[in-house]
């Protein structure tokens, strides 16, 4: 989960150079700093709340072209599919700054174009937002949860201006949590356009725990703002689980992320009505889940620690072939395994380290990335690279017709996630004293601190450069990265003191597709994977099992009891209804391929050092 926006190095500049670095954080409750000009100015008003709607006014001065074009946004930070934005905004009206009605054009889906202007151009329009999530909106009686490519028209003309909003909030208890600025006279400002649709907004009656964090080179406020029905005793619990993330991955990187007003937020809408995500953004986050804490016994953790650790890898240490992110098209990487994947790897890998998850469920995290991988057909179609080129199909991308995903992808945060554990352990068995830690800290000093773009070669050779081995850096990219092998990770584990094996190596297996219970028959909901039992025998997926054996499948209860009669090796008559015609054909049962990830009860002592290592907090190294 997962943006994915960077701030350029000019636009940091631009941005230190216009706002003072000790300006604090906008939330609403904080010291405001001097209003500074701006010539696009936003108002927000929600006076329909009830019905989900915000009313917006924005206003362009000194407009120098004959047409202004206006755009909403068809791309949105941290996603990279297409989105259509412009569908929720409607009543549009354009006037001059007397008042006069202006004609409006729409040139395209998602622009206008306004004429005949005096210098200034006004437009009202009503939105409309109910999807709580980091990249859509949500406006009820308890919040307006707003993300900006969502929310805001602009004007490319205007793209290095700073931008000011102003909220009318429809409760006195709603407060404003955002990494914008706040202002003398209560407005909030972005120093462009880049850093105000990088920029989500709560406004709520929210909750709110900070905490200081330092090291040798700055200091920071860490704000953590919750939306939700829960306890102010459970915010405390979920604090102490943040704090504990924060200080564990400065660790990795040996520094914090130099945030630009020395603060950093986590925006958490924990609600029945929200849908569950997680949005990194430049100096805050968005996090939801449809969840309570107690619900989901602080799972939510592992959403902000993924989230967090963004700050440093995809936020500053950027893709340049992310660079600058065009708000009017797809926008698609090679390096999504590294920038999402690797940040998966670590958001995991932090929890096992402060204590939040215990070693058996860290492992069973691991096995499960690993099964999905291992298993999984896509790999012979795409390698790492290949399937972080399909995000654009498939980040929240919307389609009408089926796709063959569940044989022809692998998620680029899963494979990702696969591939730095495999170079974690890797570097840690191959290497003395070297890590995926060391690793992410060069990377970070070498293109992150500095603000410079990196490339798949770049990466490539930052491992060459610290295992002081091109050849070894060479071999993994080709086999593992940019090829579609996978290492000896039987090999790797046995290495940490733990043995991978087959979970159920005597059970008949013949799919791992989902079987649906309707109306009394079993109807196959999902594709069936290439080279399964199934999948051989021509069941695909909208097919009804009708009888394994003697047994008349009726239900899953049914299905499971006829597996059981039968061993691996074995083979059965299978009768499947598809499209309305009934076929008898012969299945062999396989072994279930999953695997399961243990602890070795006769690891040596050195094996047990290195998986502390791995696995321990690096405090105590």
């Known amino acids: 989960m997962v943006e994915r926006y960077h701030l350029g190095k000019d636009t940091v500049v631009r941005l230190l150079f216009a706002?003072?670095?000790?300006?604090?954080?906008?939330?609403?409750?904080?010291?405001?700093?001097?209003?500074?000009?701006?010539?696009?100015?936003?108002?927000?008003?929600?006076?329909?709340?009830?019905?989900?709607?915000?009313?917006?006014?924005?206003?362009?001065?000194?407009?120098?072209?004959?047409?202004?074009?206006?755009?909403?946004?068809?791309?949105?930070?941290?996603?990279?599919?297409?989105?259509?934005?412009?569908?929720?905004?409607?009543?549009?009206?354009?006037?001059?700054?007397?008042?006069?009605?202006?004609?409006?054009?729409?040139?395209?889906?998602?622009?206008?174009?306004?004429?005949?202007?005096?210098?200034?151009?006004?437009?009202?329009?009503?939105?409309?937002?109910?999807?709580?999530?980091?990249?859509?909106?949500?406006?009820?009686?308890?919040?307006?949860?707003?993300?900006?490519?969502?929310?805001?028209?602009?004007?490319?003309?205007?793209?290095?201006?700073?931008?000011?909003?102003?909220?009318?909030?429809?409760?006195?208890?709603?407060?404003?949590?955002?990494?914008?600025?706040?202002?003398?006279?209560?407005?909030?400002?972005?120093?462009?356009?880049?850093?105000?649709?990088?920029?989500?907004?709560?406004?709520?009656?929210?909750?709110?725990?900070?905490?200081?964090?330092?090291?040798?080179?700055?200091?920071?406020?860490?704000?953590?703002?919750?939306?939700?029905?829960?306890?102010?005793?459970?915010?405390?619990?979920?604090?102490?689980k943040a704090k504990a993330v924060v200080a564990e991955q400065q660790k990795i990187f040996g520094e914090y992320p130099k945030f630009d007003y020395g603060q950093y937020v986590f925006i958490a809408d924990y609600l029945p009505y929200v849908d569950g995500d997680g949005m990194e953004h430049r100096n805050s986050t968005i996090l939801t889940d449809e969840r309570s804490l107690k619900e989901a016994d602080y799972a939510q953790i592992e959403t902000l620690s993924h989230e967090f650790f963004h700050a440093w890898n995809v936020e500053r240490l950027r893709p340049a072939d992310l660079e600058p992110f065009d708000f009017q098209r797809a926008n698609m990487s090679r390096n999504l395994w590294f920038a999402e994947g690797v940040t998966n790897y670590y958001g995991k890998l932090t929890l096992s380290r402060t204590g939040h998850f215990e070693l058996q469920a860290y492992l069973d995290k691991v096995v499960t990335a690993l099964n999905k991988v291992q298993y999984s057909p896509g790999r012979q179609f795409f390698p790492a690279t290949g399937m972080s080129e399909l995000a654009p199909f498939v980040d929240a991308a919307v389609s009408v017709d089926p796709t063959n995903y569940a044989n022809s992808f692998i998620s680029y945060y899963t494979y990702g996630e696969v591939i730095g554990l495999a170079l974690d352990l890797t570097l840690r068995t191959e290497f003395e004293g070297l890590s995926l830690d060391l690793l992410m800290r060069q990377l970070w000093?070498?293109?992150?601190?500095?603000?410079?773009?990196?490339?798949?070669?770049?990466?490539?050779?930052?491992?060459?450069?610290?295992?002081?081995?091109?050849?070894?850096?060479?071999?993994?990219?080709?086999?593992?990265?940019?090829?579609?092998?996978?290492?000896?990770?039987?090999?790797?584990?046995?290495?940490?003191?733990?043995?991978?094996?087959?979970?159920?190596?005597?059970?008949?297996?013949?799919?791992?597709?989902?079987?649906?219970?309707?109306?009394?028959?079993?109807?196959?909901?999902?594709?069936?994977?290439?080279?399964?039992?199934?999948?051989?025998?021509?069941?695909?997926?909208?097919?009804?099992?009708?009888?394994?054996?003697r047994t008349k499948l009726k239900s899953k209860k049914q299905w499971d009891k006829a597996l059981a009669q039968y061993k691996v090796g074995d083979t059965a008559e299978l009768s499947f209804s598809s499209r309305g015609k009934t076929y008898t054909t012969q299945v062999t049962f396989a072994a279930d391929p999953a695997l399961m990830l243990t602890e070795l009860k006769d690891a040596t002592q050195k094996q047990l050092h290195r998986r502390q290592l791995w696995l321990g907090s690096l405090s105590n190294t």
Do not use: C
Not at 33 to 48: A, G, K, M, T
Not at 482 to 505: C, H, N, R, S, V
């Open 19 to 240: 706002l003072s670095t000790s300006t604090l954080l906008s939330l609403s409750l904080l010291a405001a700093e001097p209003e500074v000009p701006s010539s696009v100015s936003y108002q927000l008003s929600f006076d329909n709340v009830v019905h989900h709607e915000a009313a917006i006014q924005v206003r362009f001065d000194a407009v120098n072209s004959t047409h202004l074009v206006l755009s909403m946004s068809s791309a949105s930070p941290g996603r990279y599919a297409p989105h259509a934005f412009a569908k929720n905004i409607y009543d549009l009206k354009a006037m001059d700054s007397t008042g006069k009605a202006l004609p409006l054009q729409r040139i395209s889906p998602s622009q206008w174009s306004v004429a005949q202007h005096d210098g200034t151009v006004i437009v009202q329009y009503r939105l409309y937002g109910d999807w709580g999530d980091g990249t859509y909106n949500q406006i009820d009686r308890t919040h307006a949860h707003l993300n900006m490519p969502a929310t805001l028209l602009f004007a490319e003309n205007y793209a290095k201006h700073p931008a000011t909003l102003r909220f009318k909030l429809p409760d006195a208890n709603w407060k404003v949590a955002t990494q914008l600025q706040l202002q003398a006279d209560g407005s909030y400002i972005a120093p462009d356009l880049q850093y105000l649709m990088d920029s989500p907004v709560e406004l709520s009656a929210f909750s709110q725990r900070s905490w200081k964090v330092a090291d040798q080179q700055s200091e920071a406020t860490i704000h953590l703002v919750l939306h939700h029905q829960g306890t102010e005793q459970q915010l405390d619990s979920f604090t102490e």
């Open 445 to 549: 000093l070498e293109f992150g601190k500095t603000g410079i773009p990196y490339t798949e070669q770049d990466l490539e050779q930052a491992l060459a450069k610290l295992t002081n081995n091109p050849a070894f850096a060479r071999s993994f990219f080709s086999r593992f990265i940019q090829g579609q092998e996978l290492p000896d990770f039987a090999a790797l584990f046995a290495e940490m003191g733990l043995q991978l094996t087959q979970a159920k190596p005597k059970q008949a297996f013949l799919t791992s597709a989902t079987l649906l219970e309707q109306n009394k028959q079993l109807k196959v909901d999902s594709n069936t994977l290439i080279g399964s039992p199934l999948y051989q025998a021509g069941v695909d997926k909208g097919d009804l099992l009708l009888k394994l054996g």
